[in-house]
């Protein structure tokens, strides 16, 4: 992943197919996923879909997986996070979709406002207009919200006997090549904001 550390539209491009496979797996998630080779077209999609479920819905017989950052974080309260991520999104006019209703702290609310961000980013250097402010957001976001809860999350998930196990480093390591950009130290394992 290295040779995208200067590239802002494709660390957004990397944060919107990890997106894609932290979203529930329906028909139309499993096509895309599988048309970009994102998943093993070997894999039915009925399988994904199950482990999806068991994993993140219904905690095959231990207790789900979050994909919330405010279940990953109670000590912060979920209250206060989703304020804070609301006042993000809204300071940048950035939208949830009102289709999907998700909440802001979804991990995949989360990975689309970082790409968002970076095609900001990309934008604004393209145009030759002033980055830094989305570099900054995008810096802040990382330590305040991702990059605060992904290690333990991804800790765990790595420890699951699920196809999304595999995806933890990928996820990780792009979280790290993001920070790099951005002019931050990368976490240490396990170490948490």
Same mark, same amino acid.
């Given at each position: 992943?290295?040779?995208?550390?200067?590239?802002?539209?494709?660390?957004?491009?990397?944060?919107?197919?990890?997106?894609?496979?932290?979203?529930? =797996?329906?028909?139309? !998630?499993?096509?895309?996923? %599988?048309?970009?080779?994102?998943?093993? =077209?070997? @894999?039915?999609?009925?399988?994904?879909?199950?482990?999806? @479920?068991?994993?993140?819905?219904?905690?095959? #017989?231990?207790? !789900?997986?979050?994909?919330?950052?405010?279940?990953?974080?109670?000590?912060?309260?979920?209250? #206060?996070?989703?304020?804070?991520?609301?006042?993000?999104?809204?300071?940048?006019?950035?939208?949830?979709?009102?289709?999907?209703?998700?909440?802001?702290?979804?991990?995949?609310?989360?990975?689309?406002?970082?790409?968002? @961000?970076?095609?900001?980013?990309?934008? !604004?250097?393209?145009?030759?207009?002033?980055?830094? =402010?989305?570099?900054?957001?995008?810096?802040?976001?990382?330590?305040?919200? @991702? #990059?605060?809860?992904?290690?333990?999350?991804?800790?765990?998930?790595?420890?699951?006997?699920? %196809?999304? !196990?595999?995806?933890?480093?990928?996820?990780?390591?792009?979280?790290?090549?993001?920070?790099?950009?951005?002019?931050?130290? =990368?976490?240490?394992?396990?170490?948490?904001?």
């Amino acid at each position: 992943m290295n040779t995208l550390i200067d590239n802002p539209e494709a660390i957004a491009s990397g944060y919107l197919a990890m997106a894609q496979m932290f979203s529930y =797996p329906d028909a139309d !998630a499993w096509r895309r996923l %599988t048309e970009h080779g994102l998943v093993d =077209p070997a @894999l039915s999609r009925e399988t994904l879909e199950a482990e999806y @479920l068991a994993l993140f819905e219904m905690g095959g #017989g231990s207790s !789900a997986m979050s994909l919330y950052e405010g279940q990953n974080r109670p000590e912060r309260g979920r209250d #206060g996070i989703l304020q804070e991520l609301l006042r993000y999104y809204e300071y940048f006019d950035a939208h949830l979709n009102q289709e999907e209703r998700e909440y802001p702290d979804h991990l995949v609310t989360e990975l689309e406002f970082l790409a968002w @961000l970076c095609l900001q980013e990309h934008a !604004a250097l393209r145009d030759g207009r002033d980055a830094e =402010p989305f570099r900054n957001a995008a810096r802040d976001f990382l330590v305040r919200h @991702l #990059g605060a809860w992904l290690p333990d999350f991804r800790r765990r998930l790595e420890a699951t006997q699920t %196809t999304y !196990a595999q995806y933890g480093p990928t996820l990780g390591e792009l979280v790290e090549t993001h920070r790099s950009r951005l002019g931050e130290q =990368p976490q240490k394992p396990g170490e948490m904001q």
